[in-house]
């Protein structure tokens, strides 16, 4: 691994190595330090967890962070080219993490540097720190990653964060049940690359119909900030709210993820049932994200 640009970069066997080298990371059997190390944060999207927990998980290592949430006072202003700016702060650091609205920007980002680049979210395409970090949390509150049927619901066209998930979760023998509006259903290359892998994916119209059934139930936001028009978001938001009177018959083992933010696709009701698991997820992101930050600079 030099880079983290796409889930389809990375084997069943990398993937595994990441959450176990989390695992020992949290356990604290594996104490890595990088304090003389340090990585940009270039944020040009906004970000909660993403920003907050890569910038924790650096400084947990004992390393150092520069970080960066816009253009508007860099020499991009004076007509430096994107390009040559990377290149500039490819000079100062060892690691760049960017998060872009455009798709792409990452992978163009990883071929302008000579340092290690990962993904924090390219527009509606990847999010792979993401999906690794609810990976290690379908670890811990299952058991295992394999032979799981997992729910996905809300916005599967423009939710950077399935499109990863469904890549990195065909590695173990899913059953996929998606539900989501008609204009925002999971894009055909994603189910496409399920149907190459044969793994079984159900499009449902409600949540309610395989709730029952599902170990996982991955609920998602409508991505207001990639509708063209916003009449087109007010069409469809509201469409999916999962409230506390659904879970009266789920599996004991169930968990409810959500990368997160919500608006109001899950009501504050369920955040106090057994579960819920959305604000402990966020936590795994600091370890998953140590892991990944520790492989990328050789230190593991
Ligand atoms: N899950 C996620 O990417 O959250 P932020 O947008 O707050 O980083």
């Not at 104490?31 to 650096?58: G, H, M, Q």
């Not at 900030?225 to 004991?252: C, P, Q, T, W």
Request: glycine letters at 6%.
């Amino acid at each position: 691994m030099n880079n983290l640009i796409s889930m389809r970069d990375l084997s069943k066997a990398e993937i595994l190595h990441i959450v176990d080298v989390a695992e020992q990371i949290e356990s604290g059997k594996i104490k890595v330090n990088i304090s003389d190390k340090v990585a940009a944060l270039l944020f040009f999207e906004p970000s909660t967890r993403t920003l907050f927990s890569f910038d924790t998980a650096v400084k947990r290592l004992g390393g150092k962070t520069l970080i960066m949430t816009g253009t508007g006072n860099t020499s991009v202003k004076k007509g430096e080219t994107f390009a040559d700016t990377l290149q500039t702060i490819s000079q100062y650091v060892d690691i760049i993490i960017q998060r872009s609205p455009i798709e792409g920007a990452a992978r163009y980002a990883s071929e302008v540097v000579n340092i290690p680049v990962i993904n924090a979210g390219d527009g509606a395409n990847q999010h792979p720190t993401q999906a690794l970090l609810d990976l290690y949390s379908i670890k811990k509150t299952q058991g295992t990653l394999e032979n799981l049927k997992i729910g996905v619901v809300g916005d599967l066209k423009f939710g950077r964060t399935v499109h990863s998930l469904c890549q990195a979760m065909s590695e173990f023998n899913p059953e996929f049940y998606f539900a989501s509006p008609s204009h925002l259903r999971m894009p055909g290359y994603i189910l496409d690359d399920l149907d190459e892998k044969q793994i079984k994916w159900h499009e449902e119209r409600e949540m309610d119909s395989f709730i029952n059934d599902v170990d996982i139930m991955y609920v998602t936001r409508i991505q207001k900030e990639r509708f063209a028009d916003i009449e087109d978001y007010n069409k469809v938001k509201g469409s999916y709210v999962m409230r506390r009177e659904i879970l009266s018959g789920v599996k004991s083992n169930l968990k409810v993820l959500h990368p997160l933010p919500r608006v109001d696709e899950i009501h504050t009701d369920v955040d106090d049932t057994e579960y819920a698991y959305y604000f402990p997820q966020a936590k795994n992101g600091v370890y998953t994200r140590q892991a990944i930050i520790s492989i990328l600079l050789g230190e593991v």
